[in-house]
């Protein structure tokens, strides 16, 4: 099984809908995606995720199912001194590493910042849902291992967002949230890349094996869309 997470096209947030730039990003997406055998497409229930899935579902001509678990991880802010005001998954990785113990995979909904309930209630949605996504097709989810009740070559893509497409990653690949909340970036419609790797009959284990890919802005002659992305401070 391969899956895919794609992150929406350039959005207009306060309409929950995409650009003029953003739906030029999925057509260009509708335009690439055939070469990825996909065979089942899902999207999060926001607007911005269902434009952006819907030219590539006519030009495959597959159906897509809602995951309202996949919805952006939105409603809970922190004010930083220095910083403004931010989510925890957008936490600026100064902040986040300054914070003792270091992130860990256990124990961080206890930390300053990212112990609001209403945080990890979202987040734990987003591991339940991602458990019964995989063991749909044919893999369950036994601690860090997926046991594989039905070996399954099923090309799976889920349009979503920067924030839970990062926090799904770190569940996928126990990561330290905190850590790729710092340290990972999925640009507007780019294509990250997980496949459920087997060396044996019994578990796989998911292997990223592409990040943030944007071949189809290549191929459409746009620019890579750094919205998200905060840019370097030069004084």
Not at 10 to 19: F, I, Q
Not at 22 to 39: F, M, N, S, W
Not at 214 to 222: G, N, R, S
Request: one cysteine or more; aromatic letters at 10%; hydrophobic letters at 35%.
């Amino acid at each position: 099984m391969r899956l895919y997470i794609i992150r929406h096209g350039d959005p207009d947030y306060e309409k929950d809908s995409l650009t003029e730039l953003g739906k030029k990003e999925a057509e260009a997406l509708a335009d690439y995606l055939p070469r990825l055998g996909l065979t089942h497409l899902y999207t999060s229930p926001l607007g911005r995720a269902r434009e952006t899935s819907m030219p590539s579902a006519k030009k495959l001509g597959l159906p897509v199912s809602v995951l309202p678990w996949a919805r952006e991880l939105t409603g809970v802010y922190y004010d930083i001194e220095g910083f403004g005001r931010a989510a925890p998954f957008t936490l600026p990785g100064e902040v986040s590493y300054a914070l003792q113990p270091v992130p860990r995979y256990e124990g961080w909904k206890d930390q300053k910042y990212f112990d609001d309930p209403r945080f990890a209630a979202l987040i734990r949605e987003m591991e339940e849902g991602s458990d019964a996504l995989l063991k749909d097709h044919g893999y369950e989810r036994q601690g860090a291992l997926y046991r594989v009740n039905r070996p399954s070559d099923d090309r799976v893509a889920v349009f979503c967002h920067q924030g839970l497409g990062t926090s799904w990653l770190a569940h996928l690949l126990n990561f330290p949230y905190q850590a790729a909340w710092a340290g990972l970036w999925q640009a507007c419609s780019s294509i990250t890349t997980v496949s459920m790797e087997r060396r044996s009959g019994q578990y796989a284990i998911p292997r990223m094996i592409g990040m943030s890919e944007t071949p189809h802005i290549d191929l459409a002659e746009l620019e890579i869309n750094e919205r998200g992305l905060a840019q370097n401070i030069v004084g």
